[in-house]
């Protein structure tokens, strides 16, 4: 059986962002295995999914709870080494079924959130937690999620001290009518000082631009999967 031509498509183009990046990571001087490449999934079904997971691709990103509660489930049954990756808003009444379904969590953004999620932890002590990336909104963009940079760094002390929880690493979507490289740079700086090395940023834009400034996790939809 020979695949139809846009699934065909897919595994050419995931090859491509492979070989984009160990270019991006050489040109970097950075070890190819520092850099995770999230595959972001959203809007498309299993029959487009398929072929990349075949394909080897484990990591997935999702930016919807319910979206990925109907697509997920049956394919992490076949798949049990896949790796889910929540790169939306989280709001606080979808948060058990998130924490049900991701692995990663990139959009911890809000006090609120911070301390739900501590407490629906403690709920479950048996359970693995998520691990969790506070999201920067860098640009201060009022439509966009994330904290302000100047809040960030007492955002990350209260998640730490007053809820418990275990920060890995930040997230950003620059603004997309900048150039990305100065947000960026800053999201690194502020994870600097934080001790935290994790970054995940960069997607099918400016990936090789995330690269060069220390990004861990790409990631990467259109690119991969087409248009939505
Ligand atoms: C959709 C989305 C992406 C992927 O965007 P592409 O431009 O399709 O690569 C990355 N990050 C977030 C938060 C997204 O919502």
Redesign the pocket.
Known sequence: MTLSEPLAGTVAHLAQVRANLARACADAGRDPASVKLVA?S?TFGPESILPAIEAGQRLF?E?RVQESKAKWPALRERFPDIELHL??PLQTNKLREALELFDVIHTVDRPSLAAALAKELARDPARRPPRLLVQVNTGEEPQKAGVVPQEADAFIATCREEHKLVIEGLMC?PPADEPAAPHFALLAKIARRNGLDVLSMG???DYETAIALGATFV?????IFGGR
């Open positions: 972001v959203k990103g930016n790169i939306g979507i997607m099918s834009g990631r990467v939809g259109s690119a």
